[in-house]
Structure formats: structure tokens, C-alpha cells
């Protein structure tokens, strides 16, 4: 049975693997899994749980089949634990901008913050991750006040989100391993605050760099990323995003030895520094890096005083890095994402 599945699995993947479109995002459509159950979680009215902890707890371990947790509007202060054992769960709100998953919490860029994913297949739909450490320091965070406060740690493969928002000051989305695929989304930070050995393409992405200042403003960095040698297989890779904001960043400083970033078809206002790119403890080393800039527009892409160690990739090597499919769904994977997800789109486009 399973292997008629796989059989069955691998044909659709043929028949479809043509329709991704990389300057469109993805389209749920070619997603065909169905979701075989919904709980709904409130703290105030009615539902099955009062909170997303207990909701996940729920879930039995080995999880095999999609489970969806939908979130009724609210804020839920809790600190969140997806365990290994249970993939394959959708959490699903409405609206970002009041379903927030929040937690005050500093210090551990394993462990601080809200919402910690180690199971595979994790899909989160229409949410604000926030790390409410520090939140009330604007316009300008004093220096001395920023620490270390993911609003999502992710360390398994295979994570997709549609329209969420990711806040804190320093290491907001904490990436750090495996294949990961962001949409329409909304990341805030003014220190490394994509950062890690993750995987990943943000797609349709707005990027907001907060201030920071000790006596004279500073520069923080949008992303760190740790891609650690040639054959690692990880890279931050951002399609058609926006990056705008009140501070001053650098587009990113080399976690690992080989870093790789790449920004494709970005509108960049002047947030960004002239030159672009920090070696950080890798100087003499820049050569290993892959920092990339193609097609971007705005005042912050201006590429006249960039550092010299930009690389430029051939067209082809270019496309392998944007396209979902070659760069972070060889295997398909994402197919096997829920097929009602394509609600998310216009109701036209569910087949
Ligand atoms: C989400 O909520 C905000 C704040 O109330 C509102 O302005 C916005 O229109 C809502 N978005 C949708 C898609 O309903
Ligand atoms: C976080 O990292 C520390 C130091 O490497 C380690 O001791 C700890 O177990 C890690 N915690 C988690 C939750 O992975
Ligand atoms: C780029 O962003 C700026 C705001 O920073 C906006 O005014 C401009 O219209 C954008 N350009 C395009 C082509 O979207």
C-alpha cells in the first residue's frame, strides 16, 4: 500500500513539478494532501483547547496524518514546543495582525523565545510570532538592551508559512536547519535576525530593520547566515522582497566560513549600507562567501561602494538558487503540503 502511494506520489510530482513559478510564490494547488482533522484553540470562547500547547499535546506521537490547530483571534502568552515526534500539523489563523503567539524571554538563541519547531512538515498560515522582550525600546533600541530573542526557532526540515509576521530585535526567525519556505511574510529585527544553517527561500517577503544606537546609530545586520563549507547545502535565498525600516543594516555578516545569500528582484530603500556585506571572523576569507544581489531596485541596492567580494553566479546558477524546486523541493515535499491550503488563495483556484 504504501509503496502504491509512493508510486501514485511520484507520478502527480511529474505531472506538476512544471507548474511552480517562482516569481508568483508557490501555489498551493499543487499541494494534495487533505487534512484529516481540526481542533480550535481559544483562551476565551468556545473551542477544544484553551491553549496551543495543549492542542499540540493532544496530537499523537508518530503523527501521520495533517492535523490543522486553528487559532481564534487573541494573544497567547505561552512558550511553544512542537517535539519531533508529531509532524505534519497546520496552525492556521485568520488574520496575522490578531492571532499573536508572544513570550518575553531573552538569552538562548536555541531556546528563548515563543515558538520552537522540531518536527518536520510544520505549516503556519496567517500568524504573529513575537518575541516581546524589548518590544516597548522604540524608535531606537538603546544597544545595551538588545539580546539574543527568536520569535521562532525552527531545527527540523520541511517548514512552510504563508503570511506571517515575525517579531523581536535580534534573532527573530532563528532558522537554523533545514528546508524551509516563507511567503508573504513579515520580518522585523535590527541585529542577525535571519540568521542560522537553515535552507530557505522567502518569497514576496517584507523586511524591516528597526534602529539601534549606543551614542551614534548603529548598523545591525539582516541576516547571519552559516552555511560551514562547500558541499553544505544550506542559503538564505530572498525572491521579489522588500526591505525597508527606520534603522541601518548590512544585507548580512558571515556566521560560517561559507555564507551564503542571496537577494534577487529586491526593492532595498537606503536601510542598507553602502557596502552591503560584513566578513565578521572570516576577513581574509571572503572568497568562500556567496553573497548575491540580482535584479534589485531601490536606493539601498546602489552597488558603487560594495564590497568587492560579491559574487556573480551564471544565469543558470542563478535560477537553480530561486526556484523552489531545485533549491529546497528536489524531492517534492512540498506536494505532500495539504491540498485546502489553496483557500488561501481566490476560491477559484481549489481544483
Ligand atoms: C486584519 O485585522 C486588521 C486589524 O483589525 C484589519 O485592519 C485588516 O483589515 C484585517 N485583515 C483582513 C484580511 O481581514
Ligand atoms: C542549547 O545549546 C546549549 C549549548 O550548546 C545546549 O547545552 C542545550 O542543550 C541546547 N538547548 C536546546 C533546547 O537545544
Ligand atoms: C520600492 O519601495 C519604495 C519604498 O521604499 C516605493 O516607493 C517604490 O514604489 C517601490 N518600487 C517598486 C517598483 O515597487
Given at each position: 500500500?504504501?509503496s502504491?502511494?509512493t508510486?501514485?506520489?511520484?507520478s502527480?510530482?511529474?505531472l506538476?513539478?512544471s507548474?511552480?513559478?517562482?516569481s508568483h510564490?508557490?501555489?498551493?494547488?499543487?499541494?494534495?494532501?487533505?487534512?484529516?482533522?481540526?481542533?480550535?484553540?481559544?483562551?476565551k470562547?468556545?473551542?477544544d483547547?484553551?491553549?496551543i500547547?495543549?492542542?499540540?499535546?493532544?496530537?499523537?506521537?508518530?503523527?501521520?496524518?495533517?492535523?490543522?490547530?486553528?487559532?481564534?483571534?487573541?494573544t497567547y502568552?505561552?512558550?511553544?514546543?512542537i517535539?519531533?515526534?508529531?509532524?505534519?500539523?497546520?496552525m492556521?489563523?485568520?488574520n496575522?495582525s490578531k492571532?499573536v503567539?508572544?513570550?518575553?524571554?531573552?538569552?538562548l538563541?536555541?531556546?528563548?523565545?515563543?515558538f520552537?519547531v522540531?518536527?518536520?512538515?510544520f505549516?503556519?498560515?496567517?500568524?504573529?510570532?513575537k518575541?516581546?522582550?524589548?518590544?516597548?525600546s522604540t524608535?531606537?533600541?538603546?544597544?545595551?538592551e538588545?539580546?539574543?530573542a527568536p520569535?521562532?526557532?525552527?531545527t527540523?526540515?520541511?517548514?512552510?508559512?504563508?503570511?506571517?509576521?515575525?517579531?523581536?530585535?535580534q534573532?527573530?526567525?532563528?532558522d537554523?536547519?533545514?528546508?524551509?519556505?516563507?511567503?508573504?511574510?513579515?520580518?522585523?529585527?535590527?541585529?542577525d535576525?535571519i540568521?542560522?544553517g537553515?535552507?530557505s527561500?522567502?518569497?514576496?517577503?517584507?523586511i524591516y530593520v528597526?534602529?539601534v544606537?549606543s551614542?551614534?546609530?548603529?548598523a545591525g545586520?539582516?541576516?547571519?547566515?552559516?552555511?560551514g563549507?562547500?558541499?553544505?547545502?544550506?542559503?538564505?535565498v530572498?525572491?521579489?522582497?522588500?526591505?525597508?525600516?527606520?534603522?541601518?543594516?548590512y544585507?548580512?555578516?558571515?556566521y560560517?566560513?561559507h555564507?551564503?545569500?542571496v537577494f534577487?528582484g529586491?526593492?532595498?530603500?537606503?536601510v542598507?549600507?553602502?557596502?552591503g556585506?560584513?566578513?565578521?571572523?572570516?576577513?581574509?576569507?571572503e572568497y568562500k562567501?556567496?553573497?548575491?544581489?540580482?535584479?534589485?531596485?531601490?536606493?539601498?541596492?546602489?552597488?558603487?561602494?560594495?564590497?568587492?567580494?560579491e559574487?556573480?553566479?551564471?544565469?543558470?546558477?542563478?535560477?537553480?538558487?530561486?526556484?523552489?524546486?531545485s533549491f529546497?523541493d528536489?524531492?517534492?515535499w512540498?506536494?505532500?503540503?495539504?491540498?485546502?491550503l489553496a483557500?488561501?488563495?481566490?476560491?477559484?483556484?481549489?481544483f
Amino acid at each position: 500500500m504504501k509503496s502504491l502511494i509512493t508510486i501514485l506520489a511520484l507520478s502527480f510530482l511529474c505531472l506538476t513539478s512544471s507548474l511552480f513559478v517562482s516569481s508568483h510564490g508557490l501555489e498551493p494547488k499543487d499541494f494534495y494532501k487533505d487534512i484529516s482533522k481540526t481542533v480550535v484553540v481559544s483562551h476565551k470562547g468556545k473551542a477544544d483547547f484553551k491553549t496551543i500547547q495543549a492542542a499540540i499535546d493532544s496530537i499523537p506521537s508518530g503523527n501521520k496524518n495533517w492535523i490543522k490547530i486553528y487559532l481564534k483571534h487573541g494573544t497567547y502568552n505561552e512558550k511553544i514546543v512542537i517535539p519531533k515526534e508529531k509532524p505534519m500539523i497546520v496552525m492556521q489563523g485568520n488574520n496575522a495582525s490578531k492571532v499573536v503567539i508572544q513570550y518575553n524571554d531573552a538569552g538562548l538563541s536555541n531556546s528563548s523565545g515563543p515558538f520552537r519547531v522540531n518536527a518536520e512538515y510544520f505549516v503556519a498560515i496567517d500568524i504573529t510570532f513575537k518575541n516581546t522582550y524589548c518590544s516597548k525600546s522604540t524608535p531606537i533600541i538603546p544597544y545595551k538592551e538588545i539580546k539574543v530573542a527568536p520569535s521562532i526557532i525552527l531545527t527540523a526540515d520541511k517548514a512552510w508559512f504563508y503570511g506571517c509576521n515575525f517579531i523581536s530585535v535580534q534573532d527573530t526567525v532563528a532558522d537554523l536547519l533545514g528546508r524551509h519556505y516563507f511567503e508573504n511574510c513579515y520580518i522585523e529585527g535590527a541585529i542577525d535576525f535571519i540568521w542560522g544553517g537553515g535552507q530557505s527561500i522567502y518569497q514576496n517577503c517584507i523586511i524591516y530593520v528597526k534602529a539601534v544606537a549606543s551614542k551614534a546609530m548603529l548598523a545591525g545586520y539582516i541576516t547571519a547566515q552559516g552555511r560551514g563549507s562547500e558541499k553544505d547545502t544550506s542559503g538564505f535565498v530572498f525572491n521579489n522582497c522588500e526591505i525597508k525600516g527606520d534603522g541601518m543594516a548590512y544585507l548580512g555578516r558571515a556566521y560560517r566560513s561559507h555564507s551564503r545569500v542571496v537577494f534577487y528582484g529586491t526593492n532595498m530603500s537606503n536601510v542598507i549600507v553602502p557596502q552591503g556585506w560584513d566578513a565578521w571572523y572570516y576577513k581574509g576569507h571572503e572568497y568562500k562567501f556567496t553573497y548575491v544581489e540580482v535584479n534589485c531596485i531601490g536606493e539601498g541596492a546602489n552597488k558603487k561602494k560594495r564590497v568587492r567580494w560579491e559574487k556573480h553566479p551564471s544565469a543558470k546558477d542563478i535560477d537553480f538558487l530561486i526556484e523552489p524546486k531545485s533549491f529546497i523541493d528536489k524531492d517534492g515535499w512540498m506536494a505532500f503540503l495539504p491540498s485546502s491550503l489553496a483557500s488561501l488563495y481566490s476560491p477559484s483556484s481549489i481544483f
